[in-house]
């Protein structure tokens, strides 16, 4: 189904997508429109891909029953038009916040400073490199 369909027939609707320009507000006051009175927008994925202003007027206006937010365009300041909303849970986006994950990702940036400073069994092959491009342009 396209993107105006799902709108249409979702009774939830859970955004999971990452953030680049081209989704900016992709659930913006016509996707909304779109959506059933009766229905729910769920965003964990990343502020900037739902108007935060359209959604408040949407949920202020009963053309949107609920709405849940671990992700907000401006973080970490939040329109005061969301708040005011009595039909929306607002939550930090804390999911990694576990001892056990956040001593992966510790775990996980000492392989890849360890590797790119040329030492350890990936030494110049950072495992996870934000830029690849570049480590293939000096050729590692």
């Known amino acids: 189904m396209d993107k105006d369909e799902l709108f249409a ?6 955004l999971t997508p990452p953030y680049n320009p081209g989704n900016h507000h992709a ?3 016509a996707e909304l429109a779109r959506m059933k009175a009766s229905a729910t927008l769920i965003n964990v994925a ?5 108007d935060d202003a359209a959604l408040a007027d949407a949920l202020a206006n009963g053309r949107l029953a609920a709405a849940g937010l671990d992700v907000y365009e401006n973080e ?3 329109p005061p038009a969301l708040l005011a909303c009595r039909n929306i849970v607002l939550t930090p986006h804390i999911a990694s916040a576990s001892t056990a994950t956040r001593r992966a ?3 996980l940036a000492v392989d890849n400073l360890v590797a790119a400073l040329g030492a350890g069994p990936l030494a110049g092959r950072p495992p996870n490199p934000i830029n690849a491009d570049a480590l293939l342009a000096r050729g590692a």
């Open 27 to 29: 659930v913006g006051a």
């Open 105 to 107: 990702m510790v775990a």
């Open 76 to 78: 970490p300041n939040l």
């Open 9 to 14: 027939a979702s009774d939830h609707l859970v």
């Open 46 to 50: 990343r502020g900037g891909i739902v």
